[in-house]
């Protein structure tokens, strides 16, 4: 018996009026240097290509009918959003098991239509049936209560729109850009200009505009998932479109107006404090307590204090079509034979390693755990809470086998956006932005008003009402005070601590800085060093979640040097098979051009 989400059945029950919903499939990225025309890749008879068989959509059926099929459309692309996203990067490693079309991405090496992972096809079934939506909908009719229909999904339909647009340029560079639906050979023929990120993210940040604090379509849960995770914060959107285009302090503004207004106005939306730690009781290293697996169990309730913001709802059973591979990529599960395809790479085990777990025992003393412990429990421990192998006897093959275990992909949902990314996105904006020692706050003790006051402002007085704008107040956000057993109050630490202990008392996890430098130039060091740790942070906290690869692109474009992608990439083996990856890898990454995948 099915127990899980199926989006099929929610479309079922809105009755049988319905749109074809389908895919624009657009010219190689190559055949023109400026438009792309699309005729000769319509399918007509394809159950992706949307064929209207009514004008308007103009009933409240419509809206839950049209948005679910979209929803349906995301499915397709959620597992590509992760492992493109992961697999380029260096956190993420194959091994015997894994597919040649999976490899392929992992070393670069996609270079035609036959790979599964490479069809943009998917990405313009999502973007046709929005421009369909978009064009359609009577956004001007109202109900009996005087209450627009359509406003809530024309505003959560544009934000679906943006975002796919978005993953479309971090993968392929440019792209075609349609705005129009697309319902015959007629306007397929049209030619098209192409798009980059740039381009992309100038035209939504205007066409979202105003859309920002419209409520989101509440359809209640749909077989165990919250519908309230499906939608795609439009302040988050605008706050990624700035920081891609180097608008920092837009894109600071816009996370926080997020955080400020999440749960409603004059609310808080705190970091929490859980994480993976050593008990406090403890000065063996042999108790752990795990706050941070229980992250990527969310999807069931939204509730103020959910992690979670975002999610692509997948499918419960293979037969359905967009069942999410993830869960057996990532895990051994009797459906693959128990055989997992992503390991952990070399890179992201020493990146772990290396931090500093400071340990605050329950008498508040200070002690710092030692390296050399098994099991990637030495440093941060994230890595430890995410990932985990044992040995266990295959009675099938008669054989001792590595029994692999992802916290991360356990079910048949794919999480898009946490709250700490959110968060560290915000750092990275405040830092870029020229306040490195904001940034840092984000990173080591959380913010609260008492903190920015007393660590941000001093350092920065020239531009204290424009930081003024950033209220933590110290009632909602309340940092750790130490107490043993914890105050029921604290809702508040620094994402560092969420895997490295008690940072607040780390006296190695320290502010970079270099006194023998001044004026302009320390503030740079300070920003690219800052920079630096919220990169690793990063790495520590989203390792496996497809974030990596588009953050070392970012900042590799923000500095003007592609080396910083590629030395990464390359040493993801370790340093000592730097040159084995080089030979690996079938594109020379030192070259901007061979970041994306082609366009079949």
């Known amino acids: 018996m099915k127990t899980m989400f199926s989006i099929k059945d929610k479309i079922k029950a809105c009755g049988k009026r319905s749109l074809r919903l389908a895919a624009l499939l657009p010219l190689g990225l190559f055949s023109f240097p400026f438009f792309t025309s699309c005729s000769d890749f319509i399918n007509q008879d394809s159950d992706r290509v949307i064929i209207a068989d009514k004008d308007h959509l103009n009933s409240a059926e419509d809206t839950l009918y049209s948005v679910v099929g979209i929803v349906n459309k995301l499915q397709a692309i959620s597992d590509r959003t992760i492992l493109l996203g992961e697999m380029r990067g260096d956190l993420s490693d194959i091994n015997a098991n894994t597919s040649a079309d999976l490899r392929d991405v992992a070393l670069f090496n996609v270079n035609d239509t036959t790979n599964a992972y490479n069809s943009p096809a998917d990405y313009y079934a999502v973007v046709n049936n929005c421009n369909y939506f978009i064009a359609k909908a009577d956004t001007a009719l109202k109900n009996n209560r005087n209450e627009y229909i ?88 605008e706050g990624d479109m700035n920081l891609w285009l180097g608008n920092y302090r837009d894109a600071a503004v816009c996370y926080y107006k997020y955080l400020s207004t999440r749960n409603g106005v004059n609310t808080g939306y705190p970091t929490g404090t859980s994480g993976v730690e050593w008990s406090r009781t403890s000065t063996h290293w042999d108790m752990m307590s795990d706050g941070f697996a229980s992250f990527f169990r969310e999807g069931s309730n939204y509730t103020a204090n959910s992690e979670l913001v975002t999610l692509i709802p997948g499918d419960s059973i293979p037969s359905e079509g967009n069942y999410s591979q993830l869960r057996n990529l990532f895990n051994s599960r009797s459906d693959n034979n128990y055989s997992a395809s992503i390991v952990p790479s070399q890179s992201l085990i020493n990146l772990s390693a290396a931090q500093t777990y400071c340990h605050y025992t329950s ?64 750092a990275e904006a405040l830092n870029r932005a020229g306040f490195p020692r904001f940034a840092f706050e984000i990173l080591k003790n959380g913010l609260n008003d008492e903190g920015i006051q007393a660590n941000v402002i001093p350092y920065y007085k020239n531009d204290s009402a424009w930081i003024a704008q950033f209220s933590f107040p110290s009632n909602m956000y309340v940092r750790r005070s130490g107490a043993y057993p914890a105050l029921t109050s604290e809702n508040t630490m620094g994402i560092h601590s969420r895997g490295c202990g008690w940072s607040e008392y780390n006296e190695r996890y320290v502010m970079p800085d270099d006194s ?11 920003i690219e060093h800052v920079e630096d740790l919220i990169m690793d942070e990063d790495a520590l906290e989203f390792a496996f979640e497809g974030q990596r690869y588009y953050d070392l692109m970012r900042v590799a474009l923000r500095r003007g040097n592609p080396a910083y992608l590629a030395d990464k990439i390359y040493g993801r083996r370790g340093a000592d098979k730097v040159g084995e990856m080089r030979s690996l890898i079938g594109k020379d990454l030192y070259q901007t051009a061979n970041w994306y995948l082609p366009l079949p």
């Open 516 to 526: 023998t430098l001044t004026g302009d130039a320390r503030l740079q060091y300070q």
């Open 363 to 426: 008498t508040r003393n200070v002690i710092y755990a030692p390296s050399g412990l098994d099991n990637y429990r030495s440093g941060d421990l994230r890595l430890s809470s995410a990932f985990a192998t044992r040995k266990m006897d295959n009675l099938v093959h008669n054989k001792t086998i590595d029994y692999v275990i992802n916290s991360k992909h356990s079910d048949q949902n794919v999480q898009v956006y946490r709250r700490s990314m959110v968060y560290m996105h915000l």
């Open 150 to 237: 359509f406003l809530k999904e024309y505003a959560a339909v544009k934000a679906f729109r943006a975002w796919t647009y978005m993953q479309l340029a971090q993968v392929y560079g440019k792209v075609p850009f349609v705005t129009d639906p697309i319902l015959s050979t007629v306007d397929a023929d049209k030619d098209y200009p192409k798009y980059d990120m740039q381009q992309i993210c100038e035209y939504f940040l205007k066409d979202l505009q105003g859309l920002e604090t419209i409520e989101k379509p509440g359809y209640g849960s749909i077989r165990g998932v919250a519908s309230r995770f499906f939608y795609f914060p439009i302040y988050i959107l």
